[in-house]
T-cell receptor, first 115, second 108 residues
């Protein structure tokens, strides 16, 4: 998993509670991404970061926020978890992040269940 | 219309056969194309990338790109049971978009 860890790996929580997922990399890559993966939808981008404190929204960002205070850490927060956010969450990193050469490497994933 | 479309499968092939996985995309400006393999319960891993029209070979894998037809494919020669996985097509224009994946099952 290319020096990427995610924590926790599994989490069960209740509707309305805040949840924070952590992605940690040891590759010193500039770009970091959060995706969710659901059956029939493939991987969908939630948020991404192109540097410390530089983040932007993806296609499914509603209900999620992110922070990146250090190159190696990218946090995803569900402000108030809903059952529709039950999913598998993947973090990815990229050295280029730009057009044409965006090879992304994925972390092991976090399985989140919201009851 | 989805931006990147794949047949969900499952595609079943016998061991030793050629598996052909297909992907179409809608953004004509797309420049980069990737195939990821994902085993059940695991994370996606990059197996092929292609940027120019034509074929690109890497071992038993061949990626084929036809930008005029907005079509990219992955051929797996001499398929093995260990190739059984979900194959994700990803297309990059001004953003990287993934298809939902095709399940491949190789029967021994």
């Amino acid at each position: 998993d290319a020096g990427i860890t995610q924590s926790p790996r599994h989490k069960v929580t209740e509707t309305g509670t805040p949840v924070t997922l952590r992605c940690h990399q040891t590759e010193n890559h500039r770009y970091m991404y959060w995706y969710r993966q659901d059956p029939g939808h493939g991987l969908r981008l939630i948020h991404y970061s192109y540097g410390v404190k530089d983040t932007d929204k993806g296609e499914v960002s509603d209900g999620y926020s992110v922070s990146r205070s250090k190159t190696e850490d990218f946090l995803l927060t569900l402000e108030s978890a809903t059952s529709s956010q039950t999913s598998v969450y993947f973090c990815a990193i990229s050295d280029t992040g730009g057009l044409g050469l965006d090879t992304q490497y994925f972390g092991p994933g976090t399985r989140l269940t919201v009851l | 219309q989805k931006e990147v479309e794949q047949n969900s499968g499952p595609l079943s092939v016998p061991e030793g056969a050629i598996a052909s996985l297909n992907c179409t995309y809608s953004d004509r400006g797309s420049q980069s194309f990737f195939w990821y393999r994902q085993y059940s319960g695991k994370s996606p891993e990059l197996i092929m990338s292609i940027y120019s029209n034509g074929d690109k070979e890497d071992g038993r894998f061949t990626a084929q790109l036809n930008k005029a037809s907005q079509y990219v494919s992955l051929l797996i020669r001499d398929s093995q049971p260990s190739d059984s996985a979900t194959y994700l097509c990803a297309v990059e224009g001004n953003k990287l978009v993934f298809g939902a994946g095709t399940i491949l099952r190789v029967k021994s």
